[in-house]
Structures are given as structure tokens and as C-alpha cells.
């Protein structure tokens, strides 16, 4: 018995730590109903096109509370730049919105679906 | 994202996981340790310093690179253990420096070893005279190995024809002021024949004692929290 828990610990130690770095992949490539960013990314991109501005406000708004969301979950497994890079997106898409440049913020909305599925590599 | 809090994170991950690789692939000690080894060690330690403090990238692929790392240094070492040609060839073979009292310069130049990296590791050893030499062998470690000549050899008991007794190796009865149960029990002894020892050596009670021991013939031995040191 004491054995078997000698050898468990390690292997359960080494299995939680993969766990915690992957655990943000399998979020990012989930279709599950927690995982909104690429639903919510489609809405805005759809609103800009059509120019109704205060529709994708909000919408970015709500973009930008599953981001908060889902940062705390993939923390642990993607890179620093990546996530900063995609708070940026989301700084750069409010401003452009606010200005109502179509084309500025279908560039920061392309981008920050990038780096959203760069995420997953 | 709470650079602080996954730091900590990481390095628990990189902590631990190095604690058991280094655990799996064995107890040789630094001293034991080849160059290679010794290169392996700073690689690794490197890659698991990387995954703790590194978020510009992934902590993923800096986990892989550890375990790969780990693996195939206990890939190698269960080869070697296997296979002794690849052993040779791998860990490499030590080398006879000095022969008969020989200097073996063809042999020292092979490895790039300097006839002064010879005479200090002897003078390490406390030697230094060359003609008490018989053999001198560099192991794949880079330590010296030295047998002297039989006549400056130390006399054992066996020379002098004399009796010895074997201690045998000794068991920890009492540590930190606490008795090893298990340890009263491997030795046939108990805890009131323990208690009627210390008694006799003036102890009253088991906390105030730090270490006790018995050997195999039976003799305790024990260390008090109080030291009695006679200042000069």
C-alpha cells in the first residue's frame, strides 16, 4: 500500500500539472456554451458590416465580458502575448467602433480572432 | 491576466516536476557525475527555469522539452545498464595514467591531460611523492583513482593480526526528542528498556535527548540537547 502511494503521488502530481497547463486548449477548442468569444466575435463582425455602431457596442461589450471570462481559464496555458495582444484588439475595436471606422475595426476584429485561434497551437 | 499568480503557478509545476525526474533518473551525486551528466543537469534546470518565469511563450512546450529531456537520459541510462558496449561507448572507459609507476603520456594526451592535472589530484589525495604510485586511473567522472605501491600502503588490523568486531550499521532509536517506533521493533529492543538506559546515563526523559542510536552489538549511543563543552 505504501508503495502503490509512493508511485501514485508522482504520477498524479504529473497528471494535475498537465491538466492545469492544458486545461486552456481544451477550453479554446471547445464548443461548449462557456466558450462564446468566437459567437460573439462573429456578431460584432456582422453589426460592423452592416454599420449599425450602437448594435456592435454592445455586442462588444458583451465580447468583452466572455474575454474576461475565459481569461482567468486560459491563463495557465497560452503565452503573455497572446493575451495582451488580444486585450489590445479590444481596446483598438472600441475605438474604432466609437469612430465609426468600418475599416479599422474589421482589422482589430480579424486580428483578435487570430490571435484567438492562435491559441490554440 | 495575473502575471504573478500563474508565475507561482508555473513554477510549482516546474518545481515538482523536476523534483520527480530528478528523482526517477537516480541518486548519483554531483561528485559522481561525468561532464555529460553535469551538462544535462544545467540543460534541464535551464528548460524547468524557463517554464517558471518565461510567459512570453507556452508553459506546454517547455513541460515537453523537460520530460523529453528526462526521458532520454533514463532511455540512455537503462541502455547502458543493458547493453555494455554502448555503456563504453556512451559513458566512456577510464583511463590508466599511471601504470607501474609509469607515466602513460600517450594516454594523458589522448584526453588532454596535463601532468600537472595528475600531480594535484595526488596531492589531493596526499600524495606527493611519485614513487609511492603503482597504478593512477582517471575515471569517467574525471576523479582520480589511486592504488600506491604495497610497501606505503596503511597496515589494517588483518596485517597487524589483530580482531576486529563488526558494528554493523546503526539504527536511529530517538530523533528530535521522539522514539522510532518502528526502529524499537526492528532493533528487538523496547521502549522501557530504552528509558532504563537513559536513566543510567542520567536522563530522565526521552525529549531531552536529540539523537540516540544502537548498533548491532547492542551499544547505545546518544546526544543530548544539552552540550557540556568545556570552554578552554
Sequence with gaps: ?121 | MNEGIVVIVRSIIGFFTLLIFARLLGKQQISQLTFFDYVLGITIGSIAASLSVDLSSRAWPHWIGLATWAVIVLGLQWFTLKCRPAAKYIVGEPTIVIMNGQIMEDAMRNMRYTLGDVLEQLRDKGIFDLNQVSFAVVETNGKLSVLLKPEFLPATPKDLNLTTQSSGLSTQLIYDGLIINENLKQANVDRLWLENELKNKGINHISEVFLATIDSSGSLYFDTYQDHIKQS
Design chain 1, 1 to 121: 500500500m505504501r508503495k502503490f502511494i509512493s508511485y501514485l503521488i508522482p504520477i498524479l502530481s504529473l497528471i494535475i500539472f498537465v491538466v492545469i497547463m492544458q486545461g486552456g486548449y481544451y477550453y479554446i477548442t471547445s464548443w461548449s456554451e462557456r466558450n462564446i468569444i468566437p459567437e460573439y466575435v462573429d456578431k460584432v463582425k456582422t453589426d460592423i458590416n452592416a454599420e449599425r455602431w450602437d448594435k456592435a457596442e454592445e455586442d462588444l461589450h458583451q465580447l468583452d465580458l466572455a474575454w474576461k471570462k475565459a481569461m482567468p481559464r486560459i491563463q495557465y496555458h497560452a503565452e503573455m502575448n497572446a493575451i495582451d495582444g488580444i486585450k489590445e484588439n479590444l481596446a483598438r475595436l472600441s475605438g474604432s467602433i466609437e469612430a465609426k471606422d468600418r475599416g479599422l475595426a474589421l482589422a482589430e476584429l480579424n486580428e483578435l480572432a487570430e490571435h484567438w485561434e492562435n491559441l490554440k497551437n
